[in-house]
């Protein structure tokens, strides 16, 4: 089971603009696919039914990978698509951030169907990751954009409040980068206050799912640079996985402990992150 992360490029970061194929013990294998509809790549995320890997491509469209590494679908081309992260909803569908429309859109799995969106235009100054709660509510980080306008909190939605939702986090010392529900339930976030500075302070930080307040904070302690932290991933045992630039950093789940950089590759920046197939 491979270790597959994304690497920007251009705006943003000097990275291999390419989707990259780890073994578990960190060794690179190289590029998972080469196909010039990769372009800057983003979110990624693995349809358990169909067992693809559908990937969002800075060249404004949402491809769907098999796990010999061909492309079996591609949207084609979506005007102002500019599509960030991206997980798989309670419906089986694929639900997409948009960096510049600041929202959400859900896609079906056979793109074959024009895209929903799931919230307003512009509900927040920049979506900085999403996903389900085990109850069915959405869980949005609200953060930073590369303009540094924005702010730093986590919106619940439900259907009932998709226009106004609730905010549930109100943390001076967060700043998200990408959200992730854990095992118990509880919200995960990988965080860097503040965004974009030489001196940040990284961490992946937890919140009770019903209240919001800060369960406890996951740090490096020593063990591994965690510089510009972005996508959250569960892998095997119970691995917490955080990528970030020229690494990826573990952490056992259980204890908190930082098991330091589970691979390295300088140049990395990377974006997000799966275990696949």
């Known amino acids: 089971m491979p270790l597959l992360v994304t690497s920007a490029s251009g705006e943003n970061g000097d990275g291999f603009g390419a989707l990259l194929s780890f073994e578990l013990d960190g060794t690179l294998r190289g590029p998972f696919i080469d196909d010039d509809r990769i372009v800057d790549p983003r979110g990624l ?4 039914k169909e067992n693809l890997l559908f ?7 949402v491809l769907a990978i098999s796990s010999h590494g061909r492309i079996v679908r591609d949207t084609g081309h979506i005007e102002g698509l500019n599509p960030g992260g991206g997980i798989f909803g309670p419906d089986g569908r694929y639900f997409v951030g948009l960096r510049s429309e600041r929202t959400i859109v859900a896609l079906s799995t056979s793109f074959d169907a024009a895209l929903e969106h799931v919230l307003p235009p512009r509900v927040v100054p920049f979506p900085r990751g999403f996903a389900f709660g085990q109850d069915g509510r959405l869980f949005l980080a609200s953060g930073i954009g590369p303009n540094g306008q924005g702010d730093n ?7 009932a409040t998709s226009i106004k939702p609730s905010r549930l986090v109100a943390d001076p010392e967060l700043s998200p980068l990408d959200l992730a529900i854990a095992p118990n339930g509880n919200i995960l976030v990988s965080s860097e206050r ?6 940040a302070v990284t961490s992946v930080r937890e919140y009770d799912a019903m209240d919001g307040h800060l369960v406890r904070v996951f740090s490096p302690h020593g063990k591994a640079e965690f510089c510009k932290p972005r996508g959250l991933r569960f892998g095997p045992g119970g691995l917490l996985c955080c990528v970030a630039r020229n690494e990826v950093v573990g952490f056992d789940f259980d204890s908190g402990e930082c098991l330091g950089a589970i691979a390295r590759l300088p140049r990395l920046n990377g974006q997000a992150l799966v275990f696949f197939p």
């Open 55 to 61: 990937l969002n491509s800075g060249a404004d469209r």
């Open 45 to 48: 995320a693995v349809d358990p």
């Open 194 to 199: 503040p965004f974009g500075a030489v001196d």
């Open 153 to 159: 909190t986590i919106l619940a939605f439900t259907p």
